[in-house]
C-alpha cells in the first residue's frame, strides 16, 4: 500500500475503536514503506486526528452530505485530504493522491471525494473559523470537544487553557532517558549524533535527551540495546519524585508500559525490588520486556486490580500510584484520546483513583513515601482527589511540591504542556508517619 492508502487504514481502524498508538505501529512494520514514507503516514495520521473538528466543519461546509452518512473510507479519506491542505500541502498533491490512494480501497467513491475536496482547496486560506469566545467557537477553531474546553476552561483558566489546546494540536517531541547503569547523558548524545540524529539537553528532567530525526525508534541501537528508554520528560521526573534507593521495596501501580518501573531500577542500580503491578495482562507483558531489553532483574511484573493488592499492610518503602486517567496532559502524543473521552468518564475515573489511592496508602510502611500522579489536568482528577486524601488518609503529610514550571496546585504540583514542551502531568507526594 501507498502511504496514503495506509493512512485512510489507519483512520478507519481508530474511527472503528483501535488507538492509534497501538494500531499503527504494527502496521508501518508491516508495510514496504521507507522510513521516509512511514514518517509521512504518522505525520498523516496523527495531524488528522489533532485536527479533526476543525476538518469536519470545513468539510460540512463543503459537502451537500452528511459526514456521517459516508463510507468510513470515504470518511477517512476526506478527513485526509483536508488536513494536507489545512497543512499547508499543494492542492494538486493533497487532493490527487488522496483520491488516488482512496480508488485503491473503494473506487466508487473517487468522484465525490476529488469533488468536495477541490471545493475546500478553492477556500481562501486561513480558512473562516468561528471567532468568538464561547465554548463552541473555541473547539472548533482548536479542534476539541466542547466540554473539553468547558471543562478545562474553568479549572485552569481561559489562558492557561488556550494554551493546553495550542499544544495539544502540535507534534510531540521524543525524549530518551538514559539508561543510567550503562551510560550518559553525554555519551548517549555523542551516540545519537553520530546516528544522524538532532539531540539537545531536555529543560525539565536533569538526564533528559530531546531528539529529531532518530527515524524509528524501535530498531534504533541505543533501544533495542537498552542503552536509553523513550519517555517524556514529566514521566522522568515522576520517577525522580519517587525517589527509590538501592535495597529498598518498590511498588507501582497502574505499571505498564514500564518506563517508571524501569527508571525506578535505574535509579536504584538494580539493587532491591521494584513490584509492577497492572491489570491488563499484555500491557504486563510489556513491563517485562522492557526490563529484559535494559538488563534489570529487580523489576517484578505482577497483573492484579490495585484496589485489592495481595501484600501485606506497610510493605513498601515507596508506593506509586500512576492511575488511570483521562489523558488530556497527553492529546499532542495521543490525539485520538480527546475523542474518545466523555465529562461522565472524568468522573468515574475520578472514583477509581481514590479507591486506588486508598488501597496503596495501606501498603506504605511508617516513614516511606506514597506519590500519586496522573497524566491529565482536570481538577476533578487532581486537586480533587488530593482533597479527597487529605480528609480519608490519616497518618499521612504532603512532602515538598516541584518547583517552577511546576504549579502549586493542593498539595500537589500540576505541570502544563506549554510551560515545558512536555506531557502535562500531577504529581501529589505523601509521607508516611504514623499508622492510620
Known sequence: MSSRQTAIRALERVESGAFAN???????????????DRALVTDLVYGTLRRLRTLDFVLAEASDRGLETLDAPVRAALRLGAYQLFDGVAPHAAVGETVEALGAIQPAGKGFVNAVLRRVASLDRPWALPGGNDAESVAIRT??????????????GAEDARGVFDMANQPASVTLRP??????????????????ADVAPGGLAP?????RGLGDLRSSPPITEGRATPQDQSSQVIARVVGAAPGERVLEIGAAPGGKATGAAEQMDDRGLVVALDVNGARAGLIAEAARRL???SVRPVIGDGRAVPFPDASFDRVLIDAPCSGLGVMRRRPDVRWRMTPQDVDQLATLQRELLGAAARLVRPGGRLVYSVCTLTAA????????AADSLVGFVEEPPLPAPWEPRGRGALLLPQAANS???????LRRSAYA
Open 381 to 388: 482528577e487532581t486537586t480533587g482527589v488530593d482533597a479527597w
Open 143 to 156: 479542534s476539541m470537544p466542547s466540554w473539553i474546553v468547558e471543562m478545562l476552561t474553568l479549572d485552569l
Open 22 to 36: 497501538v494500531v499503527l505501529p504494527p502496521m508501518l512494520r508491516a508495510s514496504d514503506l521507507d522510513p521516509r
Open 179 to 196: 539508561n543510567s547503569r550503562v551510560t550518559t547523558a553525554e555519551a548517549l548524545t555523542a551516540e545519537l549524533r553520530d546516528l544522524g
Open 423 to 429: 506531557d502535562g502531568m500531577y504529581v501529589l507526594a
Open 207 to 211: 538526564d533528559a535527551v530531546m531528539v
Open 295 to 297: 538488563g534489570l532483574g
